[in-house]
């Protein structure tokens, strides 16, 4: 299944995720009967109290709860009998889908959303039940109801909050899941449609599919839900559409599940890739029975015919060793208990783990990494020459000229310029990607990028302006950019930047850029008696979206900013400060320029910007301390700090970076194959290393083991 990244990037969500953005529940919230998320125009959740008909009866919603797989989960009460059911929400935005795909998929969820037994009987195999399924007649929202049990917790949260499962604990979650199995694949079941076939595929077993109720604090019942039949209606077509599955895919994938839970993680924690069962060293010790099986439905021994003879396997192994698994020993450990005294030994240990923690914390700072956190980086393809399917041919591809684009294709990286690297990035492809800037003709709308991609003059383009794109171009964004704004920094006591707290707000950036605030003292008494000296960047993209930003495309603001600000080179307005500094005089200018100009210079110091009421926020980090920089700090230390990914995804001024590509299918797909291949995490730390900010958060830095071990 498709990360959340990878959907709706016809939708500019600022966290490029709309489905699991809290903005359209924010919407919602704020706006009563808002149906489209204020900023980027995806769905809204419904709002409280909001109904919904079906053929079994009329349901109304409680609560939203959150998103799991490819919908939105909702408490609701059927209005009849009162009875509580949960409500799956999947959606077909009309960006994503077009009118015809999006009645072809709603008529086949009204058919295959939910599966019972043919004949009648209630049987509970853990099978989450499902009452209905609902399609929208006119909207973009289909609904699943189903049962109360829905609401349990995924396996997924539980590896989270409890960690790893005892082998006990897997062989029940082995033997509740292959009886399920069992029951899926041999009998007789009807659709709603009340159509029968003999037996399905689950298709989509994984830890966020698959539901546990624990029950006092000891037994548990697993439950399967989300298949594939119905879930993989909502991947949009743009995404390849999955292959159907086998049965004993079914059996791969509950294997893998089940080795995910006894290792208690998902994710190799020294590389930060994911978690590889071939690797002996990542596999408990307690239990070689429960391991040999694994291997056997994971494929990497012989595999089972079937789940039954799956299950039948299973209640025949032999018992584990109860004193291993209890304690999680090894030969080892039970030496040392013979030589030490419990009591004795658990002193020991607990010095160990104090004096262990206290150097850790004085090398790492405050910032913690969590491992949950690096989840999507190890989901990543690790290499452009593992992107399948390059197609041949030689694609040529624009952006604006002087675009951030422009810029970083001509930095050094890896011993080489990024341009040169990304020329023929797959060796073994017989496929290249020239680069060919444009100029618009209006400074004003500096998108002729796009018509070059429009008219068919370019086979892609790469831009950050894409709010005028039609709806026979598609987006998907590879990396964050965005915008820096600095001042004077010097070690005087009259430092600007300290004066000001290191901060400025996007309304007193307004006033300034509009010539409503002229001296510094307007914003707070105690800052210098200085006039301000506004610049702004040459380049027409960054221009814009400052303007988009701050400015809000106000015309009146724009006509203020056109003829009060002068627009100078970003390093020559750096020049400026340093001149003025070097010959003792105070200066009050400030300037904006983007990441990949304005991160590695110490002439201006980068203002945390605030946003409205909420605190300002500084995605610049010291690397010592994991803390974000104040003024106090050496920013001439260019190794001592960098971008923090998560903190940036809440910048003010942070903004995607896409490949924007035409949807016809008859044209080869030079576009998103050079986005995918710019998505691995191979094109993830090169962006990083010339300025721009990755999707998502990666290990340590870009000097770390991630980017270095990626060839």
């Known amino acids: 299944m498709p990360s959340f990244e990878s959907l709706y990037q016809e939708y500019p969500c600022s966290y490029n995720s709309p489905l699991s953005c809290d903005r359209p529940f924010q919407t919602a919230q704020q706006i009563k009967g808002a149906k489209f998320c204020l900023e980027c125009g995806f769905p809204a959740t419904l709002p409280q109290e909001a109904e919904i008909k079906g053929s079994q009866g009329t349901y109304q919603i ?11 989960l909702y408490s609701a009460i059927q209005l009849k009998d009162k009875q509580p059911v949960i409500i799956k929400e999947y959606l077909l935005p009309n960006r994503s889908f077009n009118e015809s795909e999006t009645q072809k998929r709603k008529e086949t969820f009204k058919r295959v959303g939910g599966v019972s037994l043919a004949d009648s009987r209630i049987q509970n195999f853990r099978l989450v039940e499902t009452k209905e399924a609902i399609a929208d007649q006119k909207g973009e929202r289909c609904y699943l109801i189903t049962k109360g049990i829905e609401s349990s917790q995924t396996l997924g949260k539980y590896l989270i909050e409890k960690g790893a499962m005892t ?27 009340n159509q029968t076939q003999l037996g ?17 604090n000891q037994n548990f019942s697993i439950y399967f839900c989300d298949l594939a039949i119905w879930e993989n209606l909502f991947i949009p077509p743009i995404i390849s559409q999955p292959a159907p599955t086998r049965p004993e ?13 006894w290792v208690g993680r998902t994710t190799n924690f020294s590389s930060n890739q994911p978690l590889d069962p071939r690797d002996n060293q990542q596999w408990p010790d307690t239990d070689s029975h429960l391991k040999q099986f694994i291997y056997r439905l994971i494929r990497l021994e012989t595999p089972f015919e079937s789940a039954e003879a799956a299950r039948q396997a299973l209640l025949e192994l032999p018992k584990e060793d109860r004193g291993k698994s209890s304690v999680r020993s090894s030969p080892g450990s039970q030496e040392i208990q013979k030589r030490f005294p419990m009591p004795l030994l658990l002193l020991v240990i607990l010095a160990l783990l104090l004096l262990g923690g206290g150097i850790w914390y004085w090398l790492w700072g405050r910032k913690t990494d969590s491992p949950n956190q690096y989840i ?11 992107v399948p399917n390059i197609p041949s041919g030689q694609f040529t591809y624009t952006g604006e000229k002087d675009s951030t684009w422009s810029y970083i294709l001509t930095q050094p990286v890896d011993n080489s310029r990024l341009g040169d690297l990304l020329t023929r990035p797959k060796s073994d492809a017989t496929a290249t990607f020239d680069y060919k800037s444009v100029l618009s003709s209006n400074v004003n709308n500096p998108i002729q990028s796009i018509e070059e991609v429009q008219t068919s003059k370019k086979d892609f383009a790469i831009t950050s302006l894409v709010d005028n794109i039609t709806d026979k171009l598609a987006k998907k964004s590879v990396a964050y950019d965005g915008l820096l704004v600095f001042v004077a920094f010097n070690k005087r006591d009259s430092n600007l930047a300290n004066a000001l707290g290191g901060q400025i707000n996007l309304e007193q950036l307004r006033q300034i850029y509009t010539g409503k605030i002229t001296n510094w003292q307007q914003i707070s008494p105690k800052l210098p008696n200085l006039p301000v000296k506004p610049f702004a960047p040459t380049e027409p ?23 009060k600000v002068t627009k100078l080179d970003t390093t020559k307005t750096q020049n400026l400060i340093r001149s003025e500094i070097l010959e003792g005089r105070s200066t009050g200018i400030i300037s904006f320029g983007i990441i990949s100009k304005t991160s590695t210079q110490c002439t201006g110091y980068p203002l945390a910007i605030a946003n409205g009421k909420n605190s300002a926020i500084q995605p610049l980090f010291q690397r010592r301390d994991r803390r974000s920089i104040n003024p106090s700090d050496d920013l001439c230390q260019h190794d001592d700090y960098y971008v923090d990914v998560t903190t940036f995804q809440s ?16 044209r080869l797909p030079g576009g998103s194959t050079f ?21 998502q958060p990666m290990p340590d830095d870009i000097n770390s083991y991630a980017c270095k071990s990626v060839p």
């Not at 895919?249 to 839970?261: H, R």
């Open 62 to 72: 409680a609560s939203f709860v959150g998103v799991r797989g490819l919908g939105r």
């Open 167 to 193: 082998s006990s604990e897997v062989r029940e979650v082995l033997n509740q899941g292959l009886q399920t199995l069992q029951f899926l694949h041999t009998q007789k079941l009807r659709f709603p449609s």
């Open 200 to 216: 399905i595929t689950h298709g989509n077993i994984n830890l966020d599919s698959t539901l546990i109720k624990v029950e006092n």
């Open 249 to 261: 895919q079914d059996l791969e994938s509950l294997g893998l599940l089940a080795f995910s839970l």
């Open 376 to 386: 999507q980086w190890s989901r990543l393809v690790r290499n452009f020459s593992e």
């Open 541 to 563: 993209e960054a221009i814009s979206k400052f303007q988009e930003i701050v400015l809000k495309n106000a015309p009146q603001d724009e006509a203020l900013f056109a003829a």
């Open 651 to 666: 910048y003010p001024l942070g903004y995607p970076i896409f490949v924007v590509y035409p949807k016809d299918s008859s």
């Open 675 to 695: 986005a995918q291949m710019l998505t691995t995490r191979q094109g993830q730390c090169l962006l990083s290393k010339v300025g721009l900010v990755a999707l």
